[in-house]
C-alpha cells in the first residue's frame, strides 16, 4: 500500500522528511510545503511545495488543492503556531481523503495556551511551576516570598523559546516584562497575541534542576501507547543539542497519567525538570518537537509506527526497541539549495 505524506511548515526538519522517506521504503511520495522554497527539509523531500503563510485567507483552500491534486493520504504539521488553524478546519480538510494527525480544538487550546498548560497540569496533579500573568500580582508573591528570584518571563503564546528572559532583580522584571511586549509586537507571536494582548506575557517560576524531555505516544484514537524519555545534556536555540535516552518506570506513569486526562493524538513532547524531591512538567507541545530524532536514534521508530497505523495496522510492537542510556548529539550539515523540485 503506497501512502503519501504531506509535511507542512517543514522549515529545517529534514530529519522527520528523511526518516518518513526511510519508513515509507519507496512505497509513499514525501510532501513537504513551506512559504520559503529555501526551507532546508525542501531539499530532502521528495516533492516541494510553495504554500502561501498560515494566517493568509486562502491557506487551507490551498492545502484542500493539494491533498486533493497529490492524493495525501497524511498531513502532519510542524509548526506550533499552525496547530489550532489546522486543528479547526481539520473535519473539511479530511473531508478531501487525507488524515490530518492533529489533537482536538480543546487539546490544542491547552496546549498552545501556557498559561491553560498551567492549569491543566495543576488539576490533574503533576507539578508544575508556579505562573502569573499580571506584573503586580507577581510582584506581590515576591513580597510574600512565595515567589523567588531568578525567574522566567516569557510569551504566553510561544515557539522554541521565542523570547525568554530571566531576570535576578525586580528591576529586571519591570524591565523585561516591558521590554516583551514591545518585542512581541514585533514578532510572529504578535497575531496570536492579539486575543488577550494585556495578559500575553508569563511570569514564571525558574525551577533548578535536571532537564528532561519526554515523548509521549498515543494513537490515532487518543490511546496510550507508550513514553519515550531523554536526559537534556545541552540545548541550543531552543532546542535539545545533546540528550541520552532513559528509561524509567516513574516517568512511564507521568507519560500515562498525562495521556489519559488530555487524550491526544500522536505524539506530544513534553518539557520536564526533576529537583530533588519533585517532577516538574513545564510544557506539552501536540506535535515532533526537536528532541525527537534522540529517541528515534534510541530506538523508537515513530515514523515507521505512523505510517502502519495509517494503514490500519495495530501491532507495531517491532518498532519499538528503545534502550536505555544511548548519548546522541546533534551537529550541522550544510547543504546547496537549488530550486527545489516544485510540483
Given at each position: 500500500?503506497?501512502?503519501?505524506?504531506?509535511?507542512?511548515?517543514?522549515?529545517?526538519?529534514?530529519?522527520?522528511?528523511?526518516y518518513?522517506?526511510?519508513?515509507?521504503?519507496?512505497?509513499?511520495?514525501?510532501?513537504?510545503?513551506?512559504?520559503?522554497l529555501?526551507?532546508?527539509?525542501?531539499?530532502?523531500?521528495?516533492?516541494?511545495?510553495?504554500?502561501?503563510?498560515?494566517?493568509?485567507?486562502?491557506?487551507?483552500?490551498?492545502?484542500?488543492?493539494?491533498?486533493?491534486?497529490?492524493?495525501?493520504?497524511a498531513?502532519?504539521?510542524?509548526?506550533?503556531?499552525?496547530l489550532?488553524?489546522?486543528?479547526?478546519?481539520?473535519?473539511?480538510?479530511?473531508?478531501?481523503?487525507a488524515?490530518?494527525?492533529?489533537?482536538?480544538?480543546?487539546?490544542?487550546?491547552?496546549?498552545?495556551?501556557?498559561?491553560?498548560?498551567?492549569?491543566?497540569?495543576?488539576?490533574?496533579?503533576?507539578?508544575?511551576?508556579?505562573?502569573?500573568?499580571?506584573?503586580?500580582?507577581?510582584?506581590?508573591?515576591?513580597?510574600?516570598?512565595?515567589?523567588?528570584?531568578?525567574?522566567?518571563?516569557?510569551?504566553?503564546?510561544?515557539?522554541?523559546?521565542?523570547?525568554?528572559?530571566?531576570?535576578?532583580?525586580?528591576?529586571?522584571?519591570?524591565?523585561?516584562?516591558?521590554?516583551?511586549k514591545?518585542?512581541?509586537?514585533?514578532?510572529?507571536?504578535?497575531?496570536?497575541?492579539?486575543?488577550?494582548?494585556?495578559?500575553?506575557?508569563?511570569i514564571?517560576?525558574?525551577?533548578?534542576?535536571?532537564?528532561?524531555?519526554?515523548?509521549?505516544?498515543?494513537?490515532?484514537?487518543?490511546?496510550?501507547?507508550?513514553?519515550?524519555?531523554?536526559?537534556?545534556?545541552?540545548?541550543?536555540?531552543?532546542?535539545?543539542?545533546?540528550?541520552?535516552?532513559?528509561?524509567?518506570?516513574?516517568?512511564?506513569?507521568?507519560?500515562?497519567?498525562?495521556?489519559?486526562?488530555?487524550?491526544?493524538v500522536?505524539?506530544?513532547?513534553?518539557?520536564?525538570?526533576?529537583?530533588?524531591?519533585?517532577?516538574?512538567?513545564?510544557?506539552?507541545?501536540?506535535?515532533?518537537g526537536?528532541?525527537?530524532?534522540?529517541?528515534?536514534?534510541?530506538?523508537i521508530?515513530?515514523?515507521?509506527?505512523?505510517?502502519?497505523?495509517?494503514?490500519?495496522n495495530?501491532?507495531v510492537?517491532?518498532?519499538?526497541?528503545?534502550?536505555?542510556?544511548?548519548?546522541?548529539?546533534?551537529?550541522?550539515?550544510?547543504?546547496?539549495?537549488?530550486?527545489?523540485?516544485?510540483?
Open positions: 500500500m503506497n501512502l503519501n505524506i504531506l509535511f507542512t511548515c517543514a522549515g529545517r526538519r529534514n530529519y522527520l522528511i528523511n518518513f522517506k526511510k519508513a515509507l521504503d519507496g512505497n509513499g511520495i514525501v510532501y513537504a510545503a513551506d512559504m520559503s529555501s526551507a532546508p527539509a525542501m531539499v530532502d523531500a521528495d516533492k516541494a511545495i510553495l504554500v502561501p503563510t498560515i494566517y493568509s485567507e486562502n491557506y487551507i483552500d490551498e492545502l484542500k488543492k493539494i491533498i486533493t491534486d497529490y492524493n495525501i493520504n498531513v502532519i504539521s510542524l509548526n506550533d503556531l499552525e489550532p488553524i489546522l486543528s479547526k478546519h481539520k473535519a473539511e480538510l479530511e473531508a478531501c481523503g488524515k490530518v494527525i492533529v489533537s482536538s480544538e480543546r487539546v490544542i487550546d491547552i496546549t498552545f495556551d501556557k498559561l491553560e498548560t498551567f492549569n491543566f497540569i495543576k488539576s490533574i496533579g503533576i507539578d508544575t511551576p508556579l505562573t502569573y500573568t499580571n506584573l503586580e500580582d507577581a510582584k506581590k508573591a515576591i513580597e510574600n516570598k512565595e515567589l523567588n528570584f531568578p525567574l522566567v518571563v516569557k510569551p504566553r503564546w510561544g515557539s522554541a523559546s521565542i523570547g525568554i528572559d530571566f531576570p535576578d532583580t525586580l528591576e529586571e522584571l519591570d524591565l523585561a516584562f516591558k521590554l516583551q514591545i518585542k512581541l509586537k514585533k514578532s510572529i507571536l504578535n497575531t496570536v497575541s492579539n486575543q488577550d494582548i494585556d495578559n500575553a506575557i508569563l514564571q517560576e525558574k525551577i533548578d534542576g535536571q532537564e528532561y524531555g519526554m515523548d509521549i505516544v498515543n494513537n490515532f484514537n487518543a490511546d496510550y501507547f507508550g513514553s519515550f524519555v531523554r536526559e537534556k545534556y545541552s540545548m541550543r536555540c531552543g532546542e535539545t543539542d545533546k540528550a541520552i535516552s532513559i528509561i524509567e518506570d516513574r516517568f512511564e506513569k507521568l507519560g500515562e497519567k498525562i495521556s489519559s486526562h488530555l487524550k491526544h500522536g505524539t506530544l513532547d513534553c518539557d520536564i525538570f526533576v529537583t530533588e524531591d519533585k517532577v516538574y512538567v513545564l510544557e506539552l507541545n501536540p506535535r515532533f526537536g528532541g525527537y530524532p534522540f529517541s528515534h536514534e534510541a530506538g521508530n515513530t515514523a515507521a509506527i505512523y505510517i502502519e497505523w495509517l494503514k490500519g495495530n501491532d510492537s517491532k518498532f519499538n526497541n528503545y534502550q536505555h542510556g544511548r548519548l546522541f548529539s546533534k551537529c550541522d550539515r550544510i547543504i546547496e539549495i537549488h530550486t527545489p523540485k516544485q510540483t
